[in-house]
Structure formats: C-alpha cells, structure tokens
C-alpha cells in the first residue's frame, strides 16, 4: 500500500500533503480527524499537540465521562474525562482529579466512547521531526524508541501516516526480528475482543503467524491507530519515518 500522510493542514500549511509534495518544513500545523466508535477505541496521537491526553481528548459536554486506558507497563491505568476536575481528569471512579498525562506522538491508548454516538476525535498540532529533511525527503525524520523497560508497549506512528507497516519504515528487513507485533481486535459492537499476535521475521517476508511458521501480509493500520511490541531483543529498537 502507498504510504500516505493523512493531515488536513491549516490555512499556515498544504490541505493535503504526500510523501511526494515539494515541502521543505519541520512546522507543518494541521490536524487529524480519528474516528471514535461507540465502545472501545485504538488511538494513537498522530502529532505534537502539547501532548496531553486533554489534548487529544478535550474535557467538556462531547466527552466528559469518557474513559482512558492507558498501559503502564503491566496493566492499564485507567482514567476519566471530566471537565469538573481542575485537571480535567480524574481517577477510574471520578472522584478525585489526577494530572493529565503526557500521549507523545507515536503513543497509542484505549479510549472508551460511552456516549453512545460515534464521533470523531480532532488531534491538531505539528508534524514531528527529530531531523530536517535531506535528499529526496521533503518533510524529516521521526524516531520512535522502542525500549525494553517495559518489553511490551502500546505504540503507534509518530508522523501521521496511514498504510502498512512495512511502507511506514517498520523495520521488517531483519533488525527486529523474532519480536512480535499484537494489533487489537475490536468488532462492530465496540468491544475488544483479543489481539492478532504477529512475528517480524524477514526470512518470510516480514511478518509470520503466532507461532513464526506462516508468512502473514504487512500489517495495515489507519493514521492515528496503536499496536503492541513486544520487544525481546534486549536493546532498544529504533523505528525510523521518513517524509
């Protein structure tokens, strides 16, 4: 699948931008409109914003009472949207406020839309770069720094690109592989049903089964959607994008 940029940009930038416009700028201002279903929702912050899950899922009469799941290395943390609260957060029970946390761009989470309408959430802010672009880039470079501590966590794409992993700069070539990639499974109702546990092995392709045996096609995820990696390799893995 073409890798694609998926921001609306505002009047400061293109409407549109692709891996082929001829934009040289670390400070593309626009925003990314990411559907919220009824029920359990995969997110992941597609752009600097200030990020703050306020941010990216703003306190007020759309939202508040809506839930949070964000991993901790071990479990969820769970969290509720209240614009009561000085914080506009508070606790599973919303009882008492709790700091807003910090969703970096390539950080992915489980919101719970309990409204009971579907609805999109609108992440604006800046397109990340760790690097002005050189060569036949037009925008730079992100890096997502997958780390062993924890071994397992909730990531998604720092620039806002929807399509495979492959053609987003996963490293399916070799340097990851036998780690394992676990995309969420939530049906039509809403609800989180399990995961489909992937391999990276590059001797089949760049993604087998569960069980390393079967090669599996490139993963494809939306702009703005997570997945788990379980990194085993005993030093950090470097996810590298390019614009």
Known sequence: MRKTLLIA??????????????????NIVGYVNIPAAKGVNN??????????????????????????????????TTLT????????????????????????????????????????????????????????????????AMGTTPAENFYGSVLPLGGTLGSEGFPTNGPADYTQVSVPNINAAGNLTGYTVYTVDSTLGGFADINDTIPKPDIALPVGQGFFFFNNLGHTLYWVQSL
Do not use: E, R
């Not at 600097?48 to 969820?76: A, C, E, H, K, R």
């Not at 946390?101 to 992915?108: D, E, R, S, W």
């Open 43 to 76: 997110i992941a912050n597609p752009l600097d914003d200030g990020n703050s899950l306020t941010n990216i899922v703003p306190p007020g009469s759309t939202w508040d009472y809506t839930q949070v799941n964000i991993w901790n290395g071990t479990g969820f």
């Open 9 to 26: 940009a505002s009047a400061m930038a293109a409407s549109i931008i692709s891996s082929q416009a001829g934009v040289y700028s670390q």
């Open 81 to 144: 949207i209240d614009s009561s609260m000085s914080t506009g957060v508070a606790d599973i029970n919303d009882v008492t406020a709790v700091p807003s946390p910090t969703i970096k761009p390539g950080q992915a989470f489980f919101f719970f839309n309990n409204t009971g309408v579907s609805n999109v959430l609108t992440c604006a802010g800046t397109v990340h770069v760790d690097a002005a672009a050189t060569g036949s880039q037009t925008v730079g470079t992100a890096t997502n």
